[in-house]
């Protein structure tokens, strides 16, 4: 499994939001925005045992 890169435009808000979660938590940006990929994962999962 290869490794890709990915660019996203975030506004001030946005990036201030999660700098500040970044700290909080004392892990990184990539950590995070892939954390929350893969949260995205159980979220496709539930709806569909839903459906």
Same mark, same amino acid.
């Given at each position: ?7 996203? &435009?975030?506004?001030? $808000? ?5 700098? $500040? ?9 990539? $950590?995070?925005? &892939?954390?929350?990929? &893969? ?9 569909? $045992?839903?459906?």
């Amino acid at each position: 499994m290869g490794k890709h890169v990915l660019n996203v &435009r975030i506004s001030e $808000d946005e990036r201030k939001i999660l700098n $500040d979660y970044c700290e909080t938590v004392e892990r990184t940006q990539s $950590d995070i925005i &892939r954390e929350f990929i &893969r949260s995205l994962q159980r979220k496709i999962k539930k709806n569909q $045992d839903i459906s």
